[in-house]
């Protein structure tokens, strides 16, 4: 039989596992204990006296394990707030992240508050994108594409969780799933890593598809690049993320598919994060 261990304890011993993987080791600690117990945080703080019995000791040892072995947070805990939205992720999905939330205000910045655009999410994954922009601009036709069904059926879930009905969803490879149509935005966080990348070794939990952009990142928004101004109206814009260091490229390779006033915005860090074009 285990040791009685205060709630405070227990916390100091789970921050000190997880120093060496996390950078916010405390915050983690919390977080994986209200989830054991199922109390919010603040009775952590509120009620340190009180003790853990060994089942609830036995949980949190298996949560901290899967902590250790670099398995992400939102994938323990089942959910990743992106936009003010709390949403259901797993492993079918990236963890959405807060650099991503750029895509989002770039945006909104094209659709109108008050008239009825389409708006298009490629490659959408957990939905965050998508349902970020359908939340904002409820006037809006959001569609979402993914080519796997796992990573549709989390989008779909948060969508109805979240009671955001102006977004529909739709199965495919890229702009194969929206032949025909035509969106006045299209937007799409691709796979931009490159292969063998050492980046990588930290991001073994989530879906490799969803990372590896080819040998050097690009395969994926060589694809877009050529395929989506098929499928944007006249004044329509394409919005890609990509990594810090591929402006460049990125700016290339939609040059040579005839795309026009491209430019490139910096994420909050001041990284070079996401670039926008026009069909020229």
Not at 198 to 226: K, M, N, W, Y
Request: net charge negative.
């Amino acid at each position: 039989m285990k040791q009685t261990m205060r709630i405070d304890a227990a916390i100091e011993d789970a921050r000190t596992q997880l120093a060496t993987v996390s950078d916010s080791a405390r915050l983690d600690a919390e977080i994986l204990l209200a989830r054991t117990i199922d109390v919010p945080r603040s009775y952590l703080i509120a009620h340190p006296e009180d003790t853990l019995d060994d089942a609830a000791r036995e949980r949190l040892d298996s949560l901290l394990d899967r902590r250790i072995a670099g398995e992400p947070m939102a994938y323990i805990t089942g959910i990743k707030e992106f936009w003010s939205l709390e949403l259901m992720v797993s492993p079918a999905t990236l963890v959405p992240r807060p650099e991503t939330e750029l895509l989002v205000d770039l945006a909104l910045r094209e659709i109108p508050r008050n008239v009825a655009s389409q708006v298009l999410d490629l490659g959408t994954g957990s939905g965050a994108i998508a349902l970020a922009i359908a939340s904002e601009r409820v006037m809006c036709e959001v569609t979402a594409t993914d080519v796997d069904a796992a990573a549709l059926a989390v989008a779909r879930q948060n969508a109805r969780q979240l009671s955001i009905a102006n977004i529909a969803f739709v199965q495919g490879d890229w702009t194969g799933a929206v032949t025909g149509l035509k969106f006045d935005v299209v937007v799409s966080n691709p796979p931009y890593v490159r292969d063998g990348d050492p980046a990588l070794e930290a991001l073994q939990c989530e879906p490799q598809a969803a990372l590896v952009g080819g040998r050097d990142g690009l395969d994926a928004i060589r694809v877009l690049a050529r395929d989506c101004g098929a499928i944007l109206g006249s004044d329509g814009i394409l919005l890609l993320e990509h990594g810090a260091e591929q402006q460049r490229d990125v700016e290339k390779t939609l040059l040579e598919q005839h795309w026009s006033s491209i430019e490139c915005h910096n994420d909050l860090a001041g990284f070079p994060r996401a670039t926008t074009a026009r069909r020229g």
